[in-house]
């Protein structure tokens, strides 16, 4: 059901403001500007907005001289420092799990080693090993989002040079900012830090340096120097300042708010002589009440206690207007704080009250009369600050360090606390004229956040609210994603993730140019997930999951395997392949004397190869030549005469080599691309039998890139997570019939049954420098005809299986002397389990480097069994008796149910020259003239080779 109404009042909005003031991740954290774990101690003049506070410690020296600006307090070894502590404690836990994209800029996010000084980072997760030094200027660019994080880990210190300063532009907010520091920070001489410092030690701030945020010290000390701690989420610096600049008078209807309490006595001062146009001031006549109320030039305090109006009824954008009492002029009125409540009671303040945000400058508040003009205004700056949700009917205002506009050092004010050098200098002047709120009318703003949604899970569900109008002009649009009246994102347009399977609806917020607002609330719904792998739709990834050759004892080529590739678009593509060899790992066999009866055999070898696809085109290879695709034939992978090992199912007397292989599109970089256009398939063709079956391979989708497109900003990691590629699934189905069973009898003639199952884990690591194979628990739950489950069969899986279903181990349930029935359904699901891990690892201990430091990964040992999506196929194997004695096969792709990621890493290969249109293959052969073609006797390939890449266990 779609509602819409009309709030006429503002809602927060231009972007890079949107943002809460309060930073959630920090609990109690957030009220404290300054908080240690042994002691606090300051020299000079130091300045703390917000809480100071200490634990387990009670010492805290030096206030005064420092200040704590009301309405912080101080706590040493309170229960409020506590729990402060103890939230402190989880967020720096959180902060150094946030995955940091590995490797250095621009793919990868780990700076270790780079001075952050001269840099330009956008939002996101960067990491040290060691530790972080800033000399100069680090820039961060919010993009125009408000809500944008910026977090470093870093693993040992912090170290900032003398004068080096953090620049937020776009939107960006201080209170966004996160240093999680592994040891401790030291901020060099008048610095000017942006963000909240998370130090697991101690935290030093020498002469003159600043923080816009936090410093929170866990276990050590905090040391001040003649030093300023600013809210984090106020704008302070001149670009974001004269980003929201609007160089003209208010000119839209107003009221202004009735004295409700709080402020400093009557304050209200008049021009002297009266009626002149200079800005000396003299004489204290009116009262809060009657000085609020009116735009005279008049001023109102609120040193230690804010200032509250009433405003009739619950508003959602208000105006603080300022005054200015002396010479020069200061451009100022900015008000750094103010809050929201349905209450008029300010003595737990600011308990029960809600900050509002930032949201416009006016250049101009209100006009002197004309017989002042043309010179300068005494309110030239006014503020714009609004709530989310539904608004509040009392506003405090609280002005003790309003933010000044310029930044020009001649204008300097005469107050001692001033700093017209730096930018964005607070003044002291704690003055306010007056509060007012738009006056808006019904229709003047009308939001249309387009129809309701439905997606599936793993998709995007967009909302386009570019239908909304006004009649004063659309100033933003920003949408609540989940009711909480936080803005999630601004813009016309919004896309969420359907993460999981879900309904809820969606806000849309449309500020007009007078801070008037109309809503419109949407539904969407997530629902069950259709974005999975399929075996009869395109893809941009194809898994062939069955590779098998063989050749007699002599040499000669028994069965082949012919993988066929589709392009389905009018338009040309790159390929890459993946073959790559399944069979475990076997040891060379020696005889007595030491002579070599049969060499060794890798496993998990892979080799690589990119062909191209011309518009609309259909090809195949053979896997015994390669051609003619032009690939590497299949036997590279188990080279020698003939390739391959002795049957691993049984005394034929054949060579046999298994394995699967994997292609993908790409540019011509190497780099993955969306491309939904390719399907493939395999057929199977034994020569000695005469017999042959075919299967389809898996296709995954690229799920969110434009065709072309590269899938995601990390090149060789192909993520089916429902987001850059389709799901696998969570489990496999397998029908099948049991082993020994008579069911396709009919005498004389007798046909026994078995099936020959494949499987193999999606997630694969294809690099050279790999940790290997990932090995997982094939757990099956098995079902007869009577619907009797029978459980304990299972096989643990690395890389890739082929087995017969009669070899699988006790208890073997698919025998049916087990099973009691013909017919049978399993479903298998891909675990981690302890029985699957090598016996001398403590993998269920999570302490394999502690217990086999010499083990070359020991943090992802290869070896230890994880849970795992897995795909696989099974070919029913039909051997007949009597007068037609013979053998047949009959293959289909599992299907299955459910979701679950699965990862494929591979280094990035660029397409060879001569790969172009054509018609070459990899190896630059004419793959339009088969016949022109020689094969080469098969060499040797050394492990270290490019193009193979061996396993590691």
Same mark, same amino acid.
């Given at each position: 059901?779609?509602?819409?109404?009309?709030?006429?009042?503002?809602?927060?909005?231009?972007?890079?403001?949107?943002?809460?003031?309060?930073?959630?991740?920090?609990?109690?954290?957030?009220?404290?500007?300054?908080?240690?774990?042994?002691?606090?101690?300051?020299?000079?003049?130091?300045?703390?907005?917000?809480?100071?506070?200490?634990?387990?410690?009670?010492?805290?020296?030096?206030?005064?001289?420092?200040?704590?600006?009301?309405?912080?307090?101080?706590?040493?070894?309170?229960?409020?420092?506590?729990?402060?502590?103890?939230?402190?404690? +989880?967020?720096?836990?959180?902060?150094?799990?946030?995955?940091?994209?590995?490797?250095?800029?621009?793919?990868?996010?780990?700076?270790?080693?780079?001075?952050?000084?001269?840099?330009?980072?956008?939002?996101?997760?960067?990491?040290?090993?060691?530790?972080?030094?800033?000399?100069?200027?680090?820039?961060?660019?919010?993009?125009?989002?408000?809500?944008?994080?910026?977090?470093?880990?870093?693993?040992?210190?912090?170290?900032?040079?003398?004068?080096?300063?953090?620049?937020?532009?776009?939107?960006?907010?201080?209170?966004?900012?996160?240093?999680?520091?592994?040891?401790?920070?030291?901020?060099?001489?008048?610095?000017?830090?942006?963000?909240?410092?998370?130090?697991?030690?101690?935290?030093?701030?020498?002469?003159?340096?600043?923080?816009?945020?936090?410093?929170? @010290?866990?276990?050590?000390?905090?040391?001040?120097?003649?030093?300023?701690?600013?809210?984090?989420?106020?704008?302070?610096?001149?670009?974001?300042?004269?980003?929201?600049?609007?160089?003209?008078?208010?000119?839209?209807?107003? +009221?202004?708010?009735?004295?409700?309490?709080?402020?400093?006595?009557?304050?209200?001062i008049v021009p002297s002589p009266p009626g002149s146009c200079g800005l000396s001031f003299a004489g204290t006549v009116e009262t809060p009440a009657a000085a609020l109320n009116t735009l005279n030039h008049h001023w109102l305090q609120s040193t230690t206690i804010p200032l509250v109006a009433d405003m009739g009824a619950p508003v959602n954008s208000v105006f603080v207007f300022s005054a200015v009492d002396h010479l020069p002029v200061p451009e100022e009125g900015i008000e750094s704080t103010v809050w929201g409540s349905d209450s008029c009671d300010i003595s737990s303040f600011p308990v029960g009250w809600t900050m509002a945000t930032l949201t416009t400058i006016y250049a101009k508040g209100w006009?002197?009369?004309?017989?002042?003009?043309?010179?300068?205004?005494?309110?030239?700056?006014?503020?714009?600050?609004?709530?989310?949700?539904?608004?509040?009917?009392?506003?405090?205002?609280?002005?003790?360090?309003?933010?000044?506009?310029?930044?020009?050092?001649?204008?300097?004010?005469?107050?001692?606390?001033?700093?017209?050098?730096?930018?964005?200098?607070?003044?002291?002047?704690?003055?306010?004229?007056?509060?007012? +709120?738009?006056?808006?009318?019904?229709?003047?703003?009308?939001?249309?956040?387009?129809?309701?949604?439905?997606?599936?899970?793993?998709?995007?569900?967009?909302?386009?609210?570019?239908?909304?109008?006004?009649?004063?002009?659309?100033?933003?649009?920003?949408?609540?994603?989940?009711?909480?009246g936080v803005i999630d994102a601004t813009g016309p347009v919004a896309c969420i993730s359907c993460d999981s399977i879900f309904r809820s609806n969606v806000t849309l917020f449309v500020t007009d140019t007078c801070g008037c607002v109309g809503t419109d609330i949407v539904d969407y719904n997530c629902n069950d997930p259709t974005n999975r792998v399929d075996a009869s739709e395109k893809g941009s990834l194809l898994y062939y999951s069955k590779i098998e050759l063989r050749w007699n004892a002599a040499g000669a080529l028994n069965q082949d395997t012919f993988l066929t590739i589709v392009n389905d678009y009018p338009g040309d593509v790159y390929v890459q392949w993946y073959f790559i060899n399944g069979?475990?790992?076997?040891?060379?066999?020696?005889?007595?004397?030491?002579?070599?009866?049969?060499? @060794?055999?890798?496993?998990?070898?892979?080799?690589?190869?990119?062909?191209?696809?011309?518009?609309?085109?259909?090809?195949?290879?053979?896997?015994?030549?390669?051609?003619?695709?032009?690939?590497?034939?299949?036997?590279?992978?188990?080279?020698?005469?003939?390739?391959?090992?002795?049957?691993?199912?049984?005394?034929?007397?054949?060579?046999?080599?298994?394995?699967?292989?994997?292609?993908?599109?790409?540019?011509?970089?190497?780099?993955?691309?969306?491309?939904?256009?390719?399907?493939?398939?395999?057929?199977?063709?034994?020569? @000695?039998?005469?017999?042959?079956?075919?299967?389809?391979?898996?296709?995954?989708?690229?799920?969110?890139?434009?065709?072309?497109?590269?899938?995601?900003?990390?090149?060789?990691?192909?993520?089916?997570?429902?987001?850059?590629?389709?799901?696998?699934?969570?489990?496999?189905?397998?029908?099948?019939?049991?082993?020994?069973?008579?069911?396709?009898?009919?005498?004389?003639?007798?046909?026994?049954?078995?099936?020959?199952?494949?499987?193999?884990?999606?997630?694969?690591?294809?690099?050279?420098?790999? +940790?290997?194979?990932?090995?997982?628990?094939?757990?099956?739950?098995?079902?007869?005809?009577?619907?009797?489950?029978?459980?304990?069969?299972?096989?643990?899986?690395?890389?890739?299986?082929?087995?017969?279903?009669?070899?699988?181990?006790?208890?073997?349930?698919?025998?049916?002397?087990?099973?009691?029935?013909?017919?049978?359904?399993?479903?298998?699901?891909?675990?981690?389990?302890?029985?699957?891990?090598?016996?001398?690892?403590?993998?269920?201990?999570?302490?394999?480097?502690?217990?086999?430091?010499?083990?070359?990964?020991?943090?992802?040992?290869?070896?230890?069994?994880?849970?795992?999506?897995?795909?696989?196929?099974?070919?029913?194997?039909?051997?007949?008796?009597?007068?037609?004695?013979?053998?047949?096969?009959?293959?289909?792709?599992?299907?299955?149910?459910?979701?679950?990621?699965?990862?494929?890493?591979?280094?990035?290969?660029?397409?060879?020259?001569?790969?172009?249109?054509?018609?070459?293959?990899?190896?630059?052969?004419?793959?339009?003239?088969?016949?022109?073609?020689?094969?080469?006797?098969?060499?040797?390939?050394?492990?270290?080779?490019?193009?193979?890449?061996?396993?590691?266990?």
């Amino acid at each position: 059901m779609k509602r819409r109404f009309l709030i006429l009042t503002a809602i927060v909005a231009l972007s890079g403001l949107q943002v809460q003031a309060k930073a959630q991740d920090l609990g109690t954290a957030e009220n404290f500007a300054v908080l240690g774990g042994s002691t606090v101690t300051n020299t000079g003049s130091s300045v703390i907005k917000g809480d100071l506070g200490l634990w387990p410690g009670l010492a805290i020296i030096g206030f005064p001289p420092g200040i704590v600006v009301p309405p912080g307090t101080m706590h040493a070894g309170d229960a409020v420092a506590q729990q402060a502590q103890s939230d402190v404690t +989880t967020a720096y836990n959180v902060l150094a799990s946030l995955a940091c994209p590995p490797g250095p800029p621009p793919g990868g996010h780990d700076l270790t080693g780079i001075d952050l000084g001269g840099l330009t980072l956008t939002p996101g997760v960067y990491c040290f090993s060691t530790s972080a030094q800033l000399t100069g200027v680090l820039t961060l660019d919010a993009l125009g989002n408000g809500s944008a994080l910026f977090v470093f880990q870093i693993g040992s210190t912090l170290t900032t040079a003398s004068n080096s300063s953090i620049r937020l532009i776009n939107g960006g907010q201080a209170c966004k900012v996160f240093w999680q520091v592994g040891t401790s920070a030291t901020l060099g001489t008048a610095t000017a830090l942006a963000g909240n410092i998370l130090a697991l030690s101690s935290i030093t701030l020498t002469t003159g340096a600043s923080v816009t945020g936090k410093a929170l @010290a866990r276990n050590g000390a905090v040391t001040l120097d003649t030093n300023a701690f600013v809210d984090g989420c106020v704008a302070i610096d001149t670009q974001t300042l004269a980003a929201l600049t609007v160089d003209s008078v208010i000119s839209c209807p107003r +009221t202004l708010g009735a004295y409700c309490a709080g402020g400093n006595g009557a304050t209200g001062i008049v021009p002297s002589p009266p009626g002149s146009c200079g800005l000396s001031f003299a004489g204290t006549v009116e009262t809060p009440a009657a000085a609020l109320n009116t735009l005279n030039h008049h001023w109102l305090q609120s040193t230690t206690i804010p200032l509250v109006a009433d405003m009739g009824a619950p508003v959602n954008s208000v105006f603080v207007f300022s005054a200015v009492d002396h010479l020069p002029v200061p451009e100022e009125g900015i008000e750094s704080t103010v809050w929201g409540s349905d209450s008029c009671d300010i003595s737990s303040f600011p308990v029960g009250w809600t900050m509002a945000t930032l949201t416009t400058i006016y250049a101009k508040g209100w006009e002197d009369p004309v017989a002042c003009q043309p010179g300068p205004n005494s309110d030239d700056f006014v503020g714009q600050y609004s709530f989310f949700g539904s608004g509040f009917q009392f506003i405090a205002a609280y002005a003790n360090f309003s933010v000044s506009i310029f930044d020009t050092p001649t204008s300097g004010s005469p107050l001692s606390d001033d700093d017209p050098s730096t930018p964005g200098w607070q003044s002291a002047d704690n003055e306010i004229d007056a509060i007012g +709120t738009p006056i808006c009318q019904p229709g003047d703003v009308v939001a249309d956040a387009g129809p309701d949604q439905l997606a599936p899970k793993g998709k995007q569900v967009c909302f386009d609210g570019l239908n909304s109008t006004s009649t004063n002009g659309i100033a933003t649009l920003s949408w609540d994603f989940n009711g909480d009246g936080v803005i999630d994102a601004t813009g016309p347009v919004a896309c969420i993730s359907c993460d999981s399977i879900f309904r809820s609806n969606v806000t849309l917020f449309v500020t007009d140019t007078c801070g008037c607002v109309g809503t419109d609330i949407v539904d969407y719904n997530c629902n069950d997930p259709t974005n999975r792998v399929d075996a009869s739709e395109k893809g941009s990834l194809l898994y062939y999951s069955k590779i098998e050759l063989r050749w007699n004892a002599a040499g000669a080529l028994n069965q082949d395997t012919f993988l066929t590739i589709v392009n389905d678009y009018p338009g040309d593509v790159y390929v890459q392949w993946y073959f790559i060899n399944g069979d475990g790992p076997l040891a060379a066999v020696l005889d007595s004397t030491g002579g070599l009866i049969e060499r @060794a055999h890798d496993s998990c070898n892979s080799v690589d190869c990119v062909t191209y696809l011309t518009h609309d085109e259909s090809n195949y290879m053979s896997m015994a030549t390669g051609l003619p695709l032009g690939c590497q034939p299949f036997g590279i992978l188990d080279p020698g005469t003939p390739p391959g090992r002795p049957d691993p199912d049984g005394p034929t007397g054949d060579r046999v080599l298994r394995g699967h292989a994997i292609a993908f599109a790409v540019d011509s970089a190497g780099n993955e691309i969306s491309w939904n256009h390719l399907t493939g398939s395999v057929d199977i063709v034994n020569y @000695a039998n005469r017999s042959a079956w075919e299967y389809n391979a898996y296709a995954f989708q690229a799920v969110a890139a434009a065709l072309g497109a590269q899938t995601d900003a990390t090149p060789g990691q192909l993520l089916m997570d429902g987001a850059e590629y389709d799901y696998a699934f969570d489990k496999l189905l397998l029908d099948f019939y049991a082993v020994g069973s008579l069911a396709f009898s009919q005498m004389p003639i007798s046909v026994m049954l078995d099936t020959d199952l494949t499987l193999f884990p999606v997630s694969a690591d294809l690099r050279q420098d790999t +940790t290997g194979p990932i090995v997982t628990k094939a757990k099956f739950d098995i079902w007869n005809q009577n619907e009797d489950g029978l459980s304990g069969t299972y096989r643990c899986i690395s890389c890739w299986d082929q087995t017969l279903l009669s070899n699988y181990a006790a208890p073997n349930n698919f025998l049916i002397g087990n099973l009691q029935t013909n017919k049978g359904k399993a479903r298998i699901d891909g675990m981690q389990s302890d029985v699957c891990n090598a016996p001398e690892l403590c993998c269920h201990l999570g302490l394999d480097r502690a217990c086999f430091p010499e083990i070359d990964h020991p943090a992802i040992d290869p070896e230890c069994s994880k849970a795992a999506a897995i795909l696989g196929v099974s070919d029913k194997i039909l051997h007949f008796s009597g007068a037609a004695t013979g053998r047949t096969d009959a293959g289909m792709t599992l299907v299955g149910q459910g979701q679950e990621s699965a990862t494929l890493l591979r280094d990035i290969i660029a397409p060879p020259d001569s790969l172009t249109t054509g018609g070459r293959g990899a190896d630059g052969l004419d793959i339009t003239n088969v016949n022109e073609v020689s094969v080469t006797p098969i060499q040797p390939i050394s492990r270290e080779s490019r193009r193979v890449v061996p396993n590691k266990k």
